[in-house]
Structures are given as C-alpha cells and as structure tokens.
C-alpha cells in the first residue's frame, strides 16, 4: 500500500499502511437511523431502502444536511422501473409530459441525473440508466443537449465496470456521430446548437431573433463543452477496449474543441466565453452578423455586457488551459451587479440589457435555475481543486469560502414554506418559484443536481478510474466537524471526516480517512490528502452479463403491452390501479400516483394483477400509503395465487407482515411460478387501503418478451388491416381514433395512446366498431382514459346496434363497475347481438368529455 502526499509543504499529514490496523477498526462514525430520524420532511419513510442505497452526510450547516437527504428522497419520487428488459431510468417531471422518451426520460438533465445516481451504493441504477438511452426503444438521447458519454465514464470512476463500459462504446460513437452529423460545422470547428435545444429556452440570445423561443442557433460554450467531455471519455473507452484508432480519433477532436472555444467563443474585452451567431439575424430592424458573440452586433453591439452563466460551464469539464488567464472570469460570480444573489446565482448577469425576471416558463435571461447552479457550482469546484492553483501557486479571484457559500445558498434555495421542496426556476432575490411551479408537473424536479456537490466539491473526493484516491476537500478549517459516511467507491466502503477537535466522533482532531473499517489517511489540517487503495474487494456486478438470469420486476407495464393487467374491486375516484404497476412510487397525496379503496363500503378489497404467463416469483414489494387518516395501512392482507387462469385459487404463504405506510414492504417467497396474484387488505377501523406500487420480482434472462395477448378480442386491428374499423362523433384533434383498437393499452398521458372527445361540443359522443361481416357480440371492454382534468370518465356508458338502419340498445346491459371508472377496465356485458356495427356511448360528465385508450369487443 502506497500513500501520496499532495498539499502544500505546511501539511501534517499521518498515513498508516492497511496492515498496522486490526480488522475491527471502526469506520462508521454516523448512525444512519439516528441520521434519517433527525430530518422531519421525510414523506418516504423507507430508511431500510436508504440505509442500502445512500451514503450518509453531515455538517454543522443545517441547510445542505437537509437537502443532502431531501435529494435523495426526491431521487426515489423519479426513480422508474420501465420495463423488465430496460431497468431503472429516471423522469425529469413528474408527470411524464409529452415531449419526454420512453418511461418519461429527458436527455436534457441526464449527466446530472446519472451523476447523482454514481454514488448510490451499489451500480444497477446507474448502469441500467446508462444503457437505456441506447438500447431502450423511444429513448431520445439528442433531442436535447447532455453530457451522456462523460457521465457514462463518471460513473465508471465510482464504480468501475470495465466489461459494461466498453459493451457501450459503440452507441456511444453512434450517438457522437449523430451529433456531428446534425450539429458540427466543419469550415468553424464548433458544434451549435439553439438555446431552446440546449435545455435554456427563452435566452438573451434566442430573444434578439425572430422566434424568441427556438432561435439564435449557435455555437454555445456548453453543448461545446459536452461534446469535448463526450469525445474525451470515448477516448478513454477505447483504450480499455484496446481500440486505439478510435481513442485517437476522439482525443484530437476533444483537442481541437478545446483550442476553438478557447479561440473563438472567448471574449478578451469582457473576460468571458459566450455564444457565438450560427447564422445572420434580424429583429425590430437589428442585425445580427453570423460569427460574431453576444453584442459584438445587433441593437447592443458594444455593450459591456452579454455574460451568461454557460461562460462558466467549460471549466464544469477542465476544458480551459491553466495558462491563459482565462479564471479571471470568475470575479463576476460574487459580484451582486453581476450574477449574487440571494438565492441565485443569476442565469445572467445583473445589469445585462436583456435582463428579465418573468413569472412564467421558461426564460433563462435572469431567473435563478438549479440546473446551470449546478453547473457553475461543479466548474467552480474544478477551478479550485486544480492542482495548478493549489498551495498559492496562482492567485484565483475565488476561494473555498466562495464554494462553501454558494453552496449554502444553493441548499436555502430547496426551500418552499419552510420545508424543503424544488420547482423548476426561482426568483433570485426571494427563491420563490412562482410561476415555475406547475402542479402535477414541476414538483421535486430533477433537472439538477446536489449531492455530487458534497461529495466531490465540499468533501472533496475526486473520481477517478485510478487506484489513487485523492480528497482536496473545499470545506473550510473555521467548520468544527464534517462526515460523510457509507460511501462505496471502487468496491471499498469508505468513511471521510474532519474533526476540528476531536470531540465530535471521538477518533483524533483532524482529517481521517477509512477505508473498510481502517484508517488510511490522517492530516491534522484540512488539506488534500491522496491514497492508493487496492484493488476492488469484490468484482464489480455487470449489468449486460450476457446468459445470467437476473431480478426482474413482471408486474410492470408501460410499454401498453397487454398483459401485465390489473384490476381492484374498489377504485376511489381519481386513482387508478394502473398506477400500480406503472415503475413509479411517492407517497405524496398531491399530486397522486395512487390507487386507494376510498368509499368502498367492504371490510376488505382486493387487488388483482394478471401476468399473461406463468412467472418465477421470489419477492413482493407492496408501497404502502399512510395519509394519516382515511388512506391507513391496513389490518392485515393474504395472498392467493394461480399458475394459469383456469386452475383454482392457492394460499401462498407468506411470513407474518405487518404493513407499513410511507414505505416498501417486502415479502420473501420461495420461488413460485405464477400468473395471477389476488392480494386482499383488510381494511383498518380508521380508514380504507390505497398503494403507490406492487412489484412481483423473480428471476429471468433478457431480452424478456411480453405475454401474448388473449385471442378472441374482435375489436382488435392489427396495422395492415382496413376492418376492425372505429369512427367516432368527434376525435379530439390532439388524438387518433385508430389508436382505440391497436392492442395497446395506456392509461398516462405518455406514450401517447388513445381516442378522446376532447373539446367535442356534444353532451353524448360515441365511438363506433365496424367489422368487414357481421359479428356475434356479448361483451365490450373500454379501458378508460381519464386525466383528472378536460377528460374524464363518463356519468353513463350504454351500447348500441345496427339492426338495419336503426340502431338499437343491446338488452340486459350490465355494467362492471357500475359507475364509469378511470384508470381501468369497463365491461359493459349484454344480451348477445349479430351485427356489422356496433357502438359505445359516452355521456359526459359535467363540463368534461370522455375517452379511452381502447376499446374490446368479446363474443361472450
């Protein structure tokens, strides 16, 4: 074992070799219960997930502690289980809007996203993450500007999987490729890119164009900046790979990125790196020469200002030489005329002509955005660390107390009424979010990050895919203690803290360092200190082991596959069984993601979910609500289940579990085979059951295909086929009637996949099957699209047949439900009829119209 010595001649530092240690040293120094418990804004109460999957963290500020945990429960709100075969992925906003991929996935804030998730303790997320934006169909990896490649690589650097890497290398050469294909302009060397594409949409570029929105195409420092780390760390790939003409290939065009924006986007005059024009343009009579930087043309040609918080974003990727003068823009960062603020920094800066605050989405000309915080935030810490400006060697016009203090204001900035909370932008002198806060939509927003912060910056572990591990901690000596705890890098359980001291965790003042219960480092300041750790204690878990069967999660169902199905026999208004089974869990009761039994008069209600097929089932986890009163867990629940459709209902035993809300709880089986699953709650005396999601896990081999659809279903048509045919009284212009028989069935808003009345102005609207020849039918199934808003499950649904030319009402209708329910499956079972035509009718509920995202026709 080997220790490096890496601050400044005035270090102290004691390294003690692994050996001279016993092997029941203490590491931890942090309770995680007592750690979890001390928070009070928890709404997921899973401290068994968290004491498995996060590090732990403290400081005597109690701001980032707090928002240390609450980003990692806003992590678990966004953590989606897509599909069997695709794994985890992470949502941007809750709500999974429609200009989102497959399972909600935005490109836009992917590198931060995967660099938060690298310091899970274990890999799958990460790795499973990665994969997706390559092998998942609708995945849309350039539809907005990120840094895939190098977060790819980052999370190599905590966990390194040299096999799962280099599996990745050729979609990550696809994916450069289809960016220069798009986006490089050869004869300037630059790649460009809009403002709105490049996840910053209203900016004081875009708005001296025609189109304010999507104008003002150019050659951004940013999306410059990515592409350079992109190419980077395929270089670094390949040399894994043994594939040295490709690391060639990337090292000069991260070369020649580096030498241009460094030529052409910097501004000598005004210190900084800013945009350059792609194209001529033209506003209000000002032109706008092509290849000239912000106001170097146009109306405020000239002007001193233009400054926008990308001009930093270089250094977030060490692309600025050390050698250049280039840090000095870095004044600017806290000076309040220019980007301080209270609860920024400003996306522009202060005095800038364009500057403008505005209470709606989604301007980038001044409003305080985590996303570019965190950007500025990551560039600010490589400045400081770099080893060029360390031990006085070079005077910076920032320091670690400048770190520290944007930091604390980040953390303030996670606040709404007291409590911590993230909306998409805030006003920078009152971090209100007004404005950038819609419901159902912006809450917890991922589109930043925090916790890499504390770790790489605060903390100071630098990543790397080296056996050396270096701390240059930003912490400042006048902190009397800080710790963090739990953390799993390169396959060793680490701990880092300083103790002023050595009154907070009883171990000696100073810095310590532990690796696997040993201490590795010491220093008696709070100076860098650099280790070299072994080898991995264990090998790292490949996510693509080719052959290996792995857990997976069958009850999921987003790709509107038939099967997974499920169905409850009590369905509180505005929930949904569906939501059960759709990858996402939170507990919060706005907005929902829930199916609850309120209003059910039984003493208990079931839950039903059909696999299609006989499963390998090893594992339940049922997310449990607990609202505090009407939505409680429930007294007890029982499981049966069968192995086809046709054989009769088994026990399935299971230990004694008591359920809890606010968390998962899992139940241990030994492997069973099933394909239906019945879980009945018994309702407790103070309030009914309700879920956030069921997992059914077993054990499986990929690629994993889908359940067969039933035959029989008469309404379905498959693409090539002009009969089965639906016609509708009205299709709302943002739908398509054909979608209501393809055989796909989706109750959210995405993928988009239905037939609605939407602004129809008839109380009744119908929608109409015609077969090719006449049918037998007794049986129709509309699987209702409700949205809680313009489309809502009907007051009333009846049926009707052609007989002629008269349309007649079947005889005997029952319904199941007997009320319209959203969210579900509607059988409207009746006296059979031969027909060529037959149709549902719809009447509408209040001001609401109806729809569905399919629509059955059964024989019997």
Known sequence: MRFKHVAACML????????????????????????????????????????????????????????WYYRWELMTRHLTYGSPNSGYSFTEFIDRPFWSGAYGAISCPAGHQLYEARWMRKPTVANDYSRYWFRTPGAQPRNYSTWLADAVWAVHEVHPDEAFVKDLLADLVRNYEGWEARHFVPEVGL???????DGMEFNINSRQTQDILRGAPGFRPSFNAYMYADALAIAKIARLAGNDAVAKSYEAKAASLKSLVEAKLWDARRGFFLQMYRNDEERDGHKIQKLTRTYESGQFAGSEHGRELIGYVPWQFNLPSTDKGFEES?????????????????????HDPMFLLQKSCCWWSGQSWPYATSQTLKALANVLQNSAFRGGN??????????????????????????????EALHPDTGSFEGHDGYNHSEHYFHSGFCDLVVTGLVG??????????IVPLATEDWPWFALDHLQYHGHELTVFWDRDGSRYGKGAGLHVFANGREVAHSVSLQPVSVELPGPSSPAATADDAGKPLAVNFAVNNDGDYFPQITATAVQSGTSPAKLIDGNYWYDLHPPNRWTSLGSTSGEDSVVIDLGIARPIHTIRLYVLDDGKDIVPPKNFRVRYRDDDQSSWKDLPTTDVALRGSMANTITLQETKLRQIELTFVHAENGRTGLTEIELWGDAVRPISPAPAPKGNLAFRAASSEFPRLTASHTSRYDRVEMANDGRIVFGATPHNRWTSYESPNKVDWLELEFDEPKQIGRIVTLIYDDGGGVQAPASLSVEWQ?????????ELMTNPQKPTGGVANTLAFAPVTARRIRVLFEHKGNSRSGVTELEAWKE
């Open 12 to 67: 102290v530092c004691c390294l003690v070799p692994l050996s001279q240690f016993s092997a029941t040293a203490e590491a931890q120094v942090l309770d995680a219960k007592a750690q979890f418990q001390r928070q009070t804004f928890w709404v997921n109460k899973d401290w068994d997930w968290y004491a498995e999957n996060i590090p732990l963290f403290e400081c005597p500020d109690e701001d980032i502690t707090t928002t």
């Open 191 to 197: 790649f460009w890119q809009t403002g709105h594409d």
């Open 330 to 350: 870095w004044k600017y960062l806290t000076d309040r005329h220019y980007f301080a603020a209270d609860f920024g920094p400003t996306t522009v800066e202060r």
């Open 394 to 423: 070079k005077r910076l016009p920032v320091s670690n107390r400048d770190y520290v203090a944007l930091l604390q204001t980040y953390s303030k900035s996670h606040r709404k009424n007291g409590r911590p909370y993230l909306a």
């Open 461 to 470: 572990i630098r990543p790397s895919d080296s056996r050396t591990l270096e």
């Open 803 to 811: 007989d002629g030319d008269k349309w007649q009402k079947v005889n």
